[in-house]
Protein backbone atom coordinates (compact mmCIF):
# COMPACT_ATOMS: atom_id res chain seq x y z
CA UNK A 1 0.00 0.00 0.00
CA UNK A 2 1.57 3.51 -1.14
CA UNK A 3 0.50 5.28 2.05
CA UNK A 4 2.17 8.96 2.31
CA UNK A 5 2.60 10.11 6.07
CA UNK A 6 0.83 13.67 6.06
CA UNK A 7 2.77 16.62 6.90
CA UNK A 8 1.43 18.82 8.97
CA UNK A 9 1.90 23.39 9.17
CA UNK A 10 2.16 25.12 6.62
CA UNK A 11 4.51 24.85 3.34
CA UNK A 12 5.90 28.06 2.41
CA UNK A 13 8.67 28.48 -0.15
CA UNK A 14 11.00 31.60 0.41
CA UNK A 15 12.02 33.16 -2.92
CA UNK A 16 15.92 34.13 -2.93
CA UNK A 17 16.16 35.31 -6.25
CA UNK A 18 15.33 38.25 -8.68
CA UNK A 19 11.60 39.16 -10.53
CA UNK A 20 11.36 37.46 -13.88
CA UNK A 21 11.36 40.54 -16.71
CA UNK A 22 8.11 40.50 -19.08
CA UNK A 23 8.66 42.77 -21.36
CA UNK A 24 5.23 44.79 -21.74
CA UNK A 25 3.32 44.09 -24.95
CA UNK A 26 1.63 45.92 -26.90
CA UNK A 27 -2.42 45.45 -25.59
CA UNK A 28 -5.58 45.90 -27.12
CA UNK A 29 -7.92 47.17 -24.51
CA UNK A 30 -7.36 44.94 -21.69
CA UNK A 31 -10.76 42.50 -20.74
CA UNK A 32 -13.47 43.73 -18.11
CA UNK A 33 -13.05 41.42 -14.87
CA UNK A 34 -15.49 43.60 -13.37
CA UNK A 35 -17.56 40.40 -12.68
CA UNK A 36 -15.04 37.85 -12.22
CA UNK A 37 -13.07 39.64 -9.45
CA UNK A 38 -12.66 38.64 -6.47
CA UNK A 39 -15.62 35.88 -7.74
CA UNK A 40 -16.83 32.78 -6.06
CA UNK A 41 -20.15 31.90 -4.62
CA UNK A 42 -19.24 29.49 -2.74
CA UNK A 43 -21.18 28.68 0.79
CA UNK A 44 -17.91 30.31 2.70
CA UNK A 45 -15.49 31.97 1.73
CA UNK A 46 -11.97 30.96 1.09
CA UNK A 47 -9.62 34.08 2.44
CA UNK A 48 -10.34 36.61 5.42
CA UNK A 49 -10.35 40.48 4.19
CA UNK A 50 -6.62 40.76 5.50
CA UNK A 51 -5.54 37.96 2.86
CA UNK A 52 -5.01 34.86 5.79
CA UNK A 53 -6.74 31.57 4.60
CA UNK A 54 -10.06 30.79 6.14
CA UNK A 55 -10.92 27.26 7.17
CA UNK A 56 -12.15 25.80 4.04
CA UNK A 57 -11.52 21.86 4.47
CA UNK A 58 -11.79 18.84 1.94
CA UNK A 59 -10.06 16.51 0.10
CA UNK A 60 -8.73 16.26 -3.34
CA UNK A 61 -6.70 13.90 -5.92
CA UNK A 62 -3.99 16.42 -7.60
CA UNK A 63 -0.59 16.10 -9.16
CA UNK A 64 1.64 18.84 -7.03
CA UNK A 65 3.69 20.64 -9.56
CA UNK A 66 7.83 18.73 -9.69
CA UNK A 67 9.21 21.23 -8.34
CA UNK A 68 12.52 20.52 -10.27
CA UNK A 69 10.58 20.80 -13.36
CA UNK A 70 10.89 24.12 -15.77
CA UNK A 71 7.19 24.78 -15.15
CA UNK A 72 7.68 24.89 -11.66
CA UNK A 73 10.21 27.85 -12.08
CA UNK A 74 8.10 29.69 -14.34
CA UNK A 75 5.66 29.73 -12.01
CA UNK A 76 7.96 30.81 -8.96
CA UNK A 77 9.04 33.60 -11.09
CA UNK A 78 5.04 34.63 -11.70
CA UNK A 79 4.76 34.20 -7.60
CA UNK A 80 7.24 36.98 -7.52
CA UNK A 81 5.56 39.24 -9.91
CA UNK A 82 2.77 38.90 -7.86
CA UNK A 83 3.94 39.69 -4.57
CA UNK A 84 6.02 42.63 -6.29
CA UNK A 85 2.68 43.92 -7.85
CA UNK A 86 1.36 46.33 -5.26
CA UNK A 87 -1.72 44.69 -5.17
CA UNK A 88 -1.51 42.47 -2.41
CA UNK A 89 -3.69 44.38 -0.23
CA UNK A 90 -6.50 42.71 -2.61
CA UNK A 91 -4.55 39.50 -4.93
CA UNK A 92 -3.42 36.50 -2.31
CA UNK A 93 -0.41 34.68 -4.46
CA UNK A 94 -0.48 31.33 -3.25
CA UNK A 95 2.70 29.16 -1.80
CA UNK A 96 4.52 27.68 -4.35
CA UNK A 97 4.66 24.45 -2.05
CA UNK A 98 0.50 24.46 -2.78
CA UNK A 99 0.82 24.12 -6.72
CA UNK A 100 -1.00 21.37 -8.44
CA UNK A 101 -3.12 20.40 -11.12
CA UNK A 102 -6.49 18.69 -9.70
CA UNK A 103 -6.97 15.27 -11.25
CA UNK A 104 -10.27 14.52 -9.60
CA UNK A 105 -12.40 16.96 -7.31
CA UNK A 106 -13.40 15.38 -3.90
CA UNK A 107 -15.44 16.62 -1.05
CA UNK A 108 -15.40 20.42 -0.46
CA UNK A 109 -16.99 20.47 2.75
CA UNK A 110 -18.24 23.90 3.08
CA UNK A 111 -20.24 22.81 -0.31
CA UNK A 112 -21.67 19.84 1.15
CA UNK A 113 -24.95 20.64 0.66
CA UNK A 114 -25.11 21.17 -3.30
CA UNK A 115 -22.44 18.33 -4.11
CA UNK A 116 -21.88 15.44 -1.95
CA UNK A 117 -21.28 11.22 -2.68
CA UNK A 118 -23.92 9.40 -3.45
CA UNK A 119 -23.05 6.59 -1.47
CA UNK A 120 -22.03 8.72 1.62
CA UNK A 121 -24.94 9.85 4.83
CA UNK A 122 -24.91 13.98 3.74
CA UNK A 123 -23.93 14.75 7.88
CA UNK A 124 -21.41 12.03 7.61
CA UNK A 125 -18.19 13.66 9.73
CA UNK A 126 -15.49 14.95 7.13
CA UNK A 127 -13.01 12.60 9.13
CA UNK A 128 -15.46 9.38 8.27
CA UNK A 129 -15.55 10.58 4.71
CA UNK A 130 -11.64 10.60 4.25
CA UNK A 131 -11.68 7.41 5.71
CA UNK A 132 -14.37 6.27 3.40
CA UNK A 133 -12.46 7.58 0.39
CA UNK A 134 -8.81 6.36 1.66
CA UNK A 135 -10.19 3.33 1.81
CA UNK A 136 -11.22 2.97 -1.55
CA UNK A 137 -8.52 4.61 -3.21
CA UNK A 138 -6.35 2.12 -1.75
CA UNK A 139 -7.24 -0.52 -3.84
CA UNK A 140 -7.70 1.52 -6.78
CA UNK A 141 -5.68 1.08 -10.03
CA UNK A 142 -4.57 4.01 -11.89
CA UNK A 143 -4.48 1.75 -15.21
CA UNK A 144 -2.88 4.43 -17.13
CA UNK A 145 0.63 5.23 -18.18
CA UNK A 146 2.30 8.30 -16.83
CA UNK A 147 2.70 11.34 -17.22
CA UNK A 148 -0.26 13.06 -17.55
CA UNK A 149 0.99 15.71 -20.06
CA UNK A 150 -0.83 19.08 -20.25
CA UNK A 151 0.19 22.67 -22.07
CA UNK A 152 -1.28 26.25 -21.14
CA UNK A 153 -4.55 26.83 -23.34
CA UNK A 154 -4.18 29.81 -25.31
CA UNK A 155 -3.99 33.01 -24.21
CA UNK A 156 -7.77 33.65 -25.41
CA UNK A 157 -8.97 31.28 -23.77
CA UNK A 158 -7.00 32.07 -20.10
CA UNK A 159 -10.53 33.13 -19.00
CA UNK A 160 -10.10 32.55 -14.75
CA UNK A 161 -8.24 35.39 -13.06
CA UNK A 162 -7.19 33.02 -10.40
CA UNK A 163 -5.43 30.13 -12.60
CA UNK A 164 -3.80 29.13 -15.57
CA UNK A 165 -5.86 26.87 -17.30
CA UNK A 166 -4.53 23.79 -19.07
CA UNK A 167 -5.61 21.20 -21.54
CA UNK A 168 -4.11 17.69 -22.70
CA UNK A 169 -1.87 17.90 -25.07
CA UNK A 170 -3.51 15.74 -27.75
CA UNK A 171 -6.77 13.64 -28.12
CA UNK A 172 -5.13 10.35 -27.19
CA UNK A 173 -4.06 12.04 -23.65
CA UNK A 174 -7.48 13.68 -23.53
CA UNK A 175 -8.99 10.12 -24.18
CA UNK A 176 -6.58 9.01 -20.56
CA UNK A 177 -6.95 11.89 -18.26
CA UNK A 178 -10.89 12.04 -18.75
CA UNK A 179 -10.89 8.16 -18.56
CA UNK A 180 -8.85 8.23 -15.36
CA UNK A 181 -11.62 11.20 -13.76
CA UNK A 182 -14.89 8.47 -15.26
CA UNK A 183 -13.17 5.67 -13.69
CA UNK A 184 -12.44 7.74 -10.00
CA UNK A 185 -16.06 8.90 -10.57
CA UNK A 186 -17.66 5.71 -10.29
CA UNK A 187 -15.02 3.96 -7.72
CA UNK A 188 -16.03 7.21 -5.63
CA UNK A 189 -20.05 7.67 -6.50
CA UNK A 190 -19.08 11.28 -6.80
CA UNK A 191 -19.69 12.91 -10.16
CA UNK A 192 -19.86 16.63 -10.46
CA UNK A 193 -22.68 18.32 -13.40
CA UNK A 194 -19.68 19.92 -14.90
CA UNK A 195 -17.63 16.47 -14.93
CA UNK A 196 -17.40 16.55 -18.81
CA UNK A 197 -16.75 19.75 -19.14
CA UNK A 198 -14.02 20.14 -16.22
CA UNK A 199 -11.07 22.30 -17.00
CA UNK A 200 -8.09 21.79 -15.77
CA UNK A 201 -5.86 24.61 -14.02
CA UNK A 202 -3.14 25.27 -11.68
CA UNK A 203 -4.16 28.00 -9.37
CA UNK A 204 -1.93 31.15 -8.57
CA UNK A 205 -3.58 33.65 -6.26
CA UNK A 206 -7.29 34.24 -4.72
CA UNK A 207 -8.60 37.40 -3.60
CA UNK A 208 -9.40 38.51 -0.40
CA UNK A 209 -11.68 41.52 -1.31
CA UNK A 210 -12.87 43.41 -4.65
CA UNK A 211 -10.20 45.68 -6.60
CA UNK A 212 -11.84 48.96 -7.88
CA UNK A 213 -11.61 50.11 -11.35
CA UNK A 214 -7.54 50.82 -11.46
CA UNK A 215 -6.72 47.74 -9.69
CA UNK A 216 -8.43 45.70 -12.23
CA UNK A 217 -6.98 47.37 -14.66
CA UNK A 218 -3.96 47.17 -13.79
CA UNK A 219 -4.31 43.48 -12.69
CA UNK A 220 -5.64 42.66 -16.53
CA UNK A 221 -2.45 43.74 -17.80
CA UNK A 222 0.08 42.20 -15.36
CA UNK A 223 -2.20 38.73 -15.26
CA UNK A 224 -1.86 38.87 -19.98
CA UNK A 225 1.89 39.53 -19.41
CA UNK A 226 2.10 36.99 -16.83
CA UNK A 227 0.11 34.43 -18.80
CA UNK A 228 2.55 35.49 -22.34
CA UNK A 229 5.30 34.39 -20.44
CA UNK A 230 4.42 31.30 -19.09
CA UNK A 231 2.89 30.02 -21.93
CA UNK A 232 5.86 30.42 -23.63
CA UNK A 233 8.33 29.17 -20.84
CA UNK A 234 6.47 26.37 -20.45
CA UNK A 235 4.45 24.54 -23.29
CA UNK A 236 4.76 20.93 -21.89
CA UNK A 237 3.78 20.02 -18.43
CA UNK A 238 4.02 16.92 -16.81
CA UNK A 239 2.51 15.19 -13.72
CA UNK A 240 3.42 12.45 -12.34
CA UNK A 241 1.14 10.39 -9.94
CA UNK A 242 -1.74 11.71 -8.62
CA UNK A 243 -2.06 12.01 -4.82
CA UNK A 244 -5.07 11.30 -2.90
CA UNK A 245 -4.78 14.73 -0.22
CA UNK A 246 -6.69 16.26 2.91
CA UNK A 247 -6.39 20.35 2.81
CA UNK A 248 -7.44 22.32 5.77
CA UNK A 249 -7.49 25.77 3.81
CA UNK A 250 -6.01 26.96 0.18
CA UNK A 251 -2.52 26.66 1.65
CA UNK A 252 -1.62 23.38 2.12
CA UNK A 253 -2.68 20.16 0.71
CA UNK A 254 -1.46 16.92 2.57
CA UNK A 255 -0.77 13.45 0.57
CA UNK A 256 -2.50 10.43 2.58
CA UNK A 257 -1.80 8.13 -0.88
CA UNK A 258 -0.51 7.98 -4.38
CA UNK A 259 -2.25 6.63 -7.01
CA UNK A 260 -0.15 4.24 -8.71
CA UNK A 261 -0.29 1.01 -11.64
CA UNK A 262 -1.36 -2.29 -9.82
CA UNK A 263 0.20 -4.27 -12.62
Known amino acids: MNVIKP ?3 AMRLMLQTGLLAIAEPALAQPPAHAAALPGAADEAP ?11 PGNTIICHIDRRSDTFMAMLDLHTVLMRSGLTHRVVPLPPASYH ?10 QRARRFPRDLPRDASEAACDAAFLKKLQQFDLGCRLPLRMRPSKLELQ ?14 ENHKIRGLRDRLAALLQFRDDEHDSYRFHTTLNYFSSPLNDAEQQQFAR ?5 LTSFIARSPLIELQAPEFCYFDDMFEFRPQLRLHNKS
Request: no cysteine; net charge positive; proline share 9%.
Open 7 to 9: RRG
Open 46 to 56: KFHADGTPAHW
Open 101 to 110: TTVFEGISYP
Open 159 to 172: TNPYNIQLEPVDAA
Open 222 to 226: LRQRM
